[in-house]
């Protein structure tokens, strides 16, 4: 009964954690896309999208944790492996867009305050679902924690590139930053899509 209770407490903190993951996103996407079009940056409109794959996976986490079905773990983790993939994608694709077609966006304000709220906010989120994950022993919302942690290196790296960019014109800043969080996120892809292919006992024989 103590072991079904603590269970229930955990999960309910876990599905708090992507609540608040959900909320800051919802509202972030729209800040993103006037933060974009205000300025013409590219890696505002990139950092957008990245929060859009960020609720898609905390909806995932959310169906996850929310049901009993054993199935539901593995496709929860492909499901997140594939959100990493994406997001992968479409930041190799942004630096290549701004690099090659020498693209030089403007200043943006409002993008450097969120990207740099949205950093600290996202390695607290990481950090609760990290620990929430392990105690919980649900590999779908620690593989989460991952992409939020992923989301926290992003807006770092936004943040770095869109102030060096206001500060001492180095445009270059921006796609050189966002490659960084390339490798990181097909490393996640990989392992998440990986565990979401390993029946349960054998995840548990290969942690």
């Given at each position: 009964?103590?072991?079904?209770?603590?269970?229930?407490?955990?999960?309910?903190?876990?599905?708090?954690?992507?609540?608040?993951?959900?909320?800051?996103?919802?509202?972030?996407?729209?800040?993103?896309?006037?933060?974009?079009?205000?300025?013409?940056?590219?890696?505002?409109?990139?950092?957008?999208?990245?929060?859009?794959?960020?609720?898609?996976?905390?909806?995932v986490v959310v169906w996850e944790l929310t049901g009993t079905h054993e199935d539901r773990e593995r496709i929860g983790l492909r499901l997140i492996g594939c959100a990493f993939q994406a997001l992968a994608?479409?930041?190799?694709?942004?630096?290549?867009?701004?690099?090659?077609?020498?693209?030089?966006?403007?200043?943006s304000t409002l993008g450097i305050v969120w990207t740099a709220a949205t950093c600290i906010v996202m390695l607290a989120l990481a950090r609760g679902k990290a620990i929430t994950g392990r105690a919980l022993?649900?590999?779908?919302?620690?593989?989460?924690?991952?992409?939020?942690?992923?989301?926290?290196?992003?807006?770092?790296?936004?943040?770095?590139?869109?102030?060096?960019?206001?500060?001492?014109?180095?445009?270059?800043?921006?796609?050189?930053?966002?490659?960084?969080?390339?490798?990181?996120?097909?490393?996640?892809?990989?392992?998440?899509?990986?565990?979401?292919?390993?029946?349960?006992?054998?995840?548990?024989?290969?942690?």
């Amino acid at each position: 009964m103590g072991h079904s209770v603590k269970r229930d407490r955990l999960t309910r903190r876990g599905l708090r954690l992507e609540y608040a993951t959900l909320g800051w996103n919802v509202i972030g996407v729209p800040v993103l896309v006037i933060a974009a079009i205000g300025s013409g940056s590219a890696a505002a409109a990139g950092f957008g999208f990245d929060s859009a794959i960020e609720i898609a996976a905390s909806l995932v986490v959310v169906w996850e944790l929310t049901g009993t079905h054993e199935d539901r773990e593995r496709i929860g983790l492909r499901l997140i492996g594939c959100a990493f993939q994406a997001l992968a994608v479409y930041v190799t694709a942004q630096a290549a867009y701004l690099v090659i077609g020498g693209h030089h966006p403007g200043h943006s304000t409002l993008g450097i305050v969120w990207t740099a709220a949205t950093c600290i906010v996202m390695l607290a989120l990481a950090r609760g679902k990290a620990i929430t994950g392990r105690a919980l022993g649900n590999p779908v919302l620690q593989a989460e924690g991952r992409v939020t942690l992923v989301d926290a290196c992003l807006a770092a790296a936004v943040l770095v590139g869109l102030t060096l960019n206001a500060a001492v014109g180095w445009w270059w800043a921006d796609p050189l930053a966002g490659l960084v969080v390339v490798g990181c996120a097909l490393r996640e892809a990989r392992a998440s899509l990986r565990s979401g292919a390993s029946p349960p006992e054998c995840r548990a024989a290969n942690p």
